[in-house]
């Protein structure tokens, strides 16, 4: 499954662009989480679309704005990141 995000201004427009979802536990893979909103609007659309569960890998953690707390609880199965950003991960 491939999702996009296009940012316009201040707005990010997060959309499915192929493949199926429906049944399926997804991984998001992503780089870079700063608040959460992208990797929480592109589960929401999963969700819609069927999946199973989803879950997050991502690379860096910097978790601004409380992050964390809106990740925690917005129901993914798994979230898997690494501290290669030591000063900002926690």
Known sequence: VVCDKVRTGNKI???IKEGVVAGR?????????HSG???MDCANK???AG???VGIWATHSVMENKGWERIEQAGFSFVWT?????????
């Open 25 to 33: 536990n997804l991984v998001i893979i992503d780089d870079l989480i």
């Open 51 to 53: 999946a199973a569960s």
């Open 37 to 39: 909103s992208t990797l």
């Open 82 to 90: 690494t501290n290669s950003c030591p000063s900002t991960a926690a």
């Open 13 to 15: 427009v997060v959309s």
């Open 46 to 48: 999963l969700r819609k």
